[in-house]
C-alpha cells in the first residue's frame, strides 16, 4: 500500500452511498458523502441518531461495504478490496476505540493491547514490548498485569487506546470514546487523543456532544445520510490537558 504523502489523504470518498433493505423499503443511511481528510487532521464527526455518522464510521473502518460510490485509503480504493484485503487494512493501518472498550474480561491489560499484533508478523517478544510501550505511553505502566474488571472506566478506556495504537497506525477511528465516562475522565481521554495527534496521528471521532467536538480542528455535520456542513473547529480546547500535563507519549518501537 501506498504510505500518505506527497498531496495524498488518509480518507477520500467520493460520493460515498449506503442502502439497507427492509423488506420492500430502501433505507439511504449514507446519500452521497464527498470529504478529504489529509494526514494529521482532527476530524469531530457529528448529527443526531440516523443521521449517517455512524455509517460513514464503520465504512472508513472498513467494517461494512459502500453501496456506491468509492472510498481511497492513502490513494489505494479499499471499496473494491476483497475480505482479506480489508481485514489487513484494519489490521496494519486503523485503530479503533469503542464507547465500551470492547475488552477482553479474562486477560491482562497487556494481552489486550498486544491482541491485535498476533494476527501481523510480530514475534510474541515482540509483541509484548510494543504493548508495554503502548501501555506506559497512556499512563498505565502500573497497570499491565490488571483485568479489565480491575481498572476504572477511563483506565479501561485507556487501555483500549493503547491497544488502538500499538499497531502504529495512519488513523484512529474513535466512536463516542467518552460517551461511557464522566466529564472529567472524559477530559483527559480526549487530552490523550489530542497528544496523539499533535505527533502526526490522524484522528477521526464521532460524536453528539457539542464541547467533546470542540476539541477537533474540523467538523462534519450529518443530517439523513448527507454532510450538511463542513467546518473548521476549535481544536484544543482552553483549559483541556495538554502534551505536558498528559503522560509522555513516544512513537511505538518499530514505527
Given at each position: 500500500m501506498n504510505r500518505a504523502g506527497n498531496g495524498t489523504a488518509v480518507v477520500q470518498t467520493i460520493d460515498l452511498r449506503k442502502e439497507y433493505r427492509m423488506g420492500t423499503n430502501v433505507v439511504n443511511?449514507?446519500?452521497?458523502?464527498?470529504?478529504?481528510?489529509?494526514?494529521?487532521?482532527?476530524?469531530?464527526?457529528?448529527?443526531?441518531?440516523?443521521?449517517?455518522?455512524?455509517?460513514?464510521?464503520?465504512?472508513?473502518?472498513?467494517l461494512d461495504r459502500p453501496s456506491a460510490g468509492k472510498y481511497l485509503f492513502e490513494g489505494d480504493e479499499v471499496s473494491a478490496f476483497d475480505h482479506t484485503e480489508l481485514a489487513r487494512l484494519r489490521n496494519q493501518k486503523i485503530g479503533f476505540v469503542f464507547q465500551n472498550f470492547n475488552l477482553l474480561p479474562r486477560i491482562t491489560a497487556l494481552?489486550?493491547?498486544?491482541?491485535?499484533?498476533?494476527?501481523?508478523?510480530?514475534?510474541?517478544?515482540?509483541?509484548?514490548?510494543?504493548?508495554?510501550?503502548?501501555?506506559?505511553?497512556?499512563?498505565?505502566?502500573?497497570?499491565?498485569?490488571?483485568?479489565?474488571?480491575?481498572?476504572?472506566?477511563?483506565?479501561?478506556?485507556?487501555?483500549?487506546?493503547?491497544?488502538?495504537?500499538?499497531?502504529?497506525?495512519?488513523?484512529?477511528?474513535?466512536d463516542e470514546p467518552t460517551g461511557a465516562l464522566d466529564s472529567k475522565t472524559g477530559v483527559e481521554i480526549m487530552g490523550i487523543l489530542q497528544t496523539l495527534n499533535d505527533r502526526g496521528i490522524t484522528i477521526v471521532l464521532v460524536t453528539h456532544e457539542p464541547d467533546i467536538a470542540e476539541h477537533a480542528g474540523?467538523?462534519?455535520?450529518?443530517?439523513?445520510?448527507?454532510?450538511?456542513?463542513?467546518?473548521?473547529?476549535?481544536?484544543?480546547?482552553?483549559?483541556?490537558?495538554?502534551?505536558a500535563t498528559q503522560p509522555h507519549l513516544v512513537a511505538v518501537a518499530g514505527h
Open positions: 443511511a449514507l446519500a452521497g458523502v464527498s470529504v478529504r481528510i489529509e494526514p494529521g487532521e482532527f476530524v469531530a464527526v457529528m448529527g443526531p441518531s440516523g443521521s449517517g455518522k455512524t455509517t460513514f464510521m464503520n465504512l472508513l473502518g472498513c494481552d489486550n493491547v498486544a491482541l491485535p499484533l498476533a494476527y501481523g508478523k510480530f514475534a510474541r517478544g515482540e509483541r509484548r514490548q510494543r504493548a508495554e510501550v503502548a501501555l506506559r505511553e497512556v499512563g498505565l505502566g502500573d497497570r499491565m498485569d490488571h483485568r479489565p474488571v480491575q481498572l476504572s472506566g477511563g483506565q479501561q478506556q485507556r487501555v483500549a487506546i493503547a491497544r488502538a495504537i500499538v499497531g502504529s497506525p495512519s488513523l484512529i477511528l474513535a474540523r467538523v462534519l455535520t450529518f443530517r439523513d445520510g448527507r454532510m450538511i456542513r463542513d467546518e473548521k473547529g476549535m481544536g484544543r480546547r482552553a483549559g483541556a490537558p495538554t502534551p
